[in-house]
């Protein structure tokens, strides 16, 4: 089983310094450890390859990697150093981040719920050809689910409240995560961070 220091998450810059996606540290440190990508160091702001980083010294309270004969602090950001490119951010359909963007609100009856009070409908559903995806799936209530069942929106007399979408691109930096990193702020405006669902 992977430690959970190992799960936290880095942010990924291009080579240009602009946002690209949250990865693990454990990837992060692989990538470097690779040479495709260096730690930055945001205070004095300075770049590490692995062996560099390797060699800093660690804080006693500070989160870090440890081995039988090294301590290694987790990188918070790192930098391509081959990516040019900027590749639209995506947010990962998964449950969790279809519960986070309908605000664990029933779409049909506009309650809010505890996730375990909620289900997940397909608003096309499967057996006439609908897909899993964004712009298919909605959260719902038990009871709304079960009336709907498998018919369409007009077979059942339902309406859905907001048509479901994908979520901007600046979700992906902020639905899974509990809480910014300091060290992100520079790369990751307040912009991305206080984006507002569409209502």
């Not at 310094?17 to 495709?36: E, G, I, Q, S």
């Not at 981040?97 to 609100?105: G, H, I």
């Not at 369409?152 to 979408?165: C, E, N, Q, W, Y």
Request: glycine share 4%; net charge positive; aromatic share 8%.
């Amino acid at each position: 089983m992977i430690p959970a220091i190992l799960r936290e998450p880095t942010l990924v810059l291009n080579k240009h310094w602009t946002p690209l996606r949250v990865c693990t540290v454990r990837r992060a440190l692989t990538l470097v450890f690779k040479d495709l990508a260096r730690i930055l160091d945001p205070g004095p702001v300075t770049l590490h390859d692995f062996a560099s980083w390797a060699d800093l010294k660690v804080a006693h309270d500070e989160p870090c990697i440890q081995s039988v004969s090294l301590r290694i602090r987790i990188p918070e950001v790192i930098v391509l150093h081959q990516c040019d490119r900027y590749q639209r951010p995506r947010v990962a359909f998964t449950r969790r981040n279809l519960f986070r963007r309908d605000r664990n609100t029933c779409q049909y009856c506009g309650r809010k719920f505890s996730t375990e009070d909620l289900s997940i409908d397909h608003v096309v559903p499967r057996s006439l050809g609908g897909h899993s995806s964004w712009t298919n799936c909605v959260v719902a209530c038990l009871d709304c689910n079960c009336r709907k069942g498998s018919r369409s929106l007009d077979a059942a007399h339902m309406t859905i409240r907001r048509p479901p979408r994908e979520p901007p691109p600046q979700m992906a930096f902020t639905l899974h995560l509990g809480q910014r990193k300091a060290s992100w702020e520079t790369f990751v405006s307040d912009a991305y961070w206080n984006v507002e669902l569409e209502e």
